[in-house]
C-alpha cells in the first residue's frame, strides 16, 4: 500500500501523551506539521507541545472519532492501547502502523506465534494459561535441570520488567502459581547472553527499510538504563539481527518506526542473535539518534507515518545515551556541568516518582 | 550579575511568535522548561508548540504585565520590539538579553556609536538626521571619488535587506532624499569583501562565552540564502572576528546568543574582519547549529536565559543550511528524495509569500 503524503500543515494524531508521544509531536512540528495528541491524564507531557489536545479515555469512543476526523494521520507511542480504540480510529484516519502490529505486540503469546510462524530465533517457551498449565510447563522446559532458569511472564500489560518473575527450581512454583492465577502467560528458558541490544528498523510505505546502528542495552531490574552505540556485535550477527527485524516489519506491513530487542546469545565461543521482544513504535533504546543522527527515529517514524521520504539513518558521532530515573534527574545541573557534550532531554514530567522515566542523556563522542 | 538557574517545570517567556520563537519553544521544551509565547498574530507558528499563548499586541501594558508575571525569565526573538514593551516585561519577570542589548541594536545609529565607543572596525560612515544633512555626509564620505558605493540606512526597522538604498554617484541623491524624507539614517561606505560570514557567540550570566564556527553567508537582495560552515576564514581573522563578538557582549552585560554579521574585508591580499550589524538573538545563519553542533544556538540561548549551564558549541560534522522562501518550501519533497542526509524544517506558516522565510534544510557532510 502506497499512501498519499500529507501535505506540511497537516495533522498528525499521537496516541498516548508520554514522553514518546511529547518527542514524537516536537518532530512533527519541526517538519511543519501539527501534532494532535490523544491522552486520557490532563498533566500528559505531550500536550504541552502540540497544536491540538484530547484529554479522553481510551473507551471513549465518540472522543476517539473527533480525534481521528481531525488527523491526517494517526500513530501512537506505545502498545497498550485498547485495540478496540485502534479500530475506531482506523475507521476514520490513516492509521500507522497498523492495527495487527499493535494486537502481535501486545499480547507475547500472539507475538510469540507470530515470530515461530516466521521461523525466527526466540527463546525456547511454553504458554502457560492459568496455574494449572505451569507444573506441565516447567517440566517441558527444564527437560530434567530442575535449576534451568525460566521466566513467566504475563501475556498483557508488562513493561519496563513488569509483570514477570523468575523461576529458579521446583520451589518456586508454589509462588508463581499463586502470582499468575487465572492469567494467560508465557514460560521461557532464560538466555545465556554476553550483552542486550537492539534493532531498530523504519519502514515507509513502499518497503524501504533503512536500520539505525543498534546499540548495546544495559537493563536494571527490568528498566533499561543505557543504550551505547557501536555495539561489540560481529558483522555477521548485525546482519542477521537487521535481516531478522526486516522480516518482522515486512510480515505485519509495517509502517513506521519498529524496535526489536535482542540477546546477543552466548553461542560455541561465538555470538548468536536471539528475539527478546518486539515494541510497535519508537524505543527508549533509540533515543541517542535524535542527537547522533542525521534524522532521528522519532522524525523518521513521523516521516514514515506522513508517507513522507525517510532520512538518514546514518551515525555522525559515538553516543551513550543514560536514562534518568525518578529523583537523578534533580541532578541535572550536576549532570551538564559534568560534560559540556552532553545533550540532556527532560520530559516535563511533575512527580519525580521511583523509577518513572524523567528524562535521559546523550553523551555524543567522534565517532570511532 | 550571576541567576539563579531556573527549576525544570519553570516558564520561560518569548516576546515573537515566529520561526525564531518557535525554534527557541521548541529547545525550552526539550529541556523540561514551558514556552509561553507573546504575539500580536493570533496564527503565530510558536503558538503551536508552546505551553502557553499569550496573543495581544506590544503596546498591550496589561497583557505584557500578566505575560511578564507569569513566566520565570523572559527572552525575545527579533529586535523590533517596542523598548516599552521591555521595560515593562522587566519589571515583573527577568529579561535576557538585557533591554540595553536591544536598544543599541534596533537603531543603526546607537549601534554605531556603541560600537565606536568599543573602537571594534565598521565600514567608514556619517550620520544623517533628514534629508537635508545627505549632500554634506555623501561629500565627506566619497571625498572627491564620487562614484564611491555608498549604503542608505534608516536608522530603524530594517531587516532582510529593507530600509535600505544604494548610492553610486550624485545622480542618485535627489531619490534618496525624497525615499529618505525627515527620518535618520546611516549613510555607509560599501566595503570590498570577499565573503560575508557571522559570529555566533553565546554568554552566561557569569560572562562565560563559547563561539559557534563561524558560517560563511551568502545573501541574495538582502536576504540571507545560505550559511556554510566550515567558512574559508584565516585562524588570525576568526580570532579577531571572536574577540570583537566577544568584546560587544561583554560590554553589553549580554546573556543568551548573540550574533554580529560581518564581512571578510579585502586588505592588502589578505582578509580583514569588519562588523556588518549586531542582532541580540539566535540567528538565521546559526540554523545549522541545531543539527551540526552537540547543542545547538536555541537550546544554548535557552539554558543561557535560564541560568543553565551552556553546552558545547562544537561541531560535529561540516553543513550547509539554505533558506527556502516563499514557494520553494512546495519542494520540500523533491528537496527529501535528493538527499537523504538533509535535515528539513518548515516553520508552520501558512501562506507563502513571495521572499517569506518558510523553512530551511541543512545538509551534513562529514567533518573536514
Known sequence: MTIEPLPPGATVGIVGGGQLGRMMA?????????????????????????????????????????????????????????????????????????????EVSQDRIEERRFLDGLELPCAPYAEVHGKDDLESAWRALTAGNPDTLLFLKRARYGYDGKGQMRIKGAGDLAAARGWLGGGDALLEKGIEFAFEFSILCVRDDRGKMLFYDPPRNIHDDGILRESIVPAPLPDDVMRTAKNTAGEIASALGYVGVLAVEMFAEKRNGGLGAVINEIAPRVHNSGHWTADACTVGQFENHIRAVAGWPLGSTERHSDARMVNLLGEEAHGWQTLLEDNPSRSLTLYGKKDAMNGRKMGHYVDLMPKT
Open 26 to 102: 516536537q518532530a512533527a512540528a519541526k517538519i511543519g506539521l501539527k501534532a494532535s495528541i490523544f491522552a486520557p491524564d490532563a498533566e500528559s507531557p505531550a500536550f504541552e507541545v502540540s497544536a491540538f489536545q484530547h484529554c479522553a479515555a481510551y473507551d471513549d469512543g465518540a472522543a476517539l472519532e473527533r480525534f481521528a476526523r481531525e488527523a491526517d494521520a494517526v500513530t501512537y507511542e506505545f502498545e497498550n492501547i485498547p485495540s478496540a480504540a485502534l479500530a475506531i480510529i482506523e475507521q476514520h484516519s490513516r492509521l500507522a502502523p497498523n492495527r495487527r502490529a499493535m
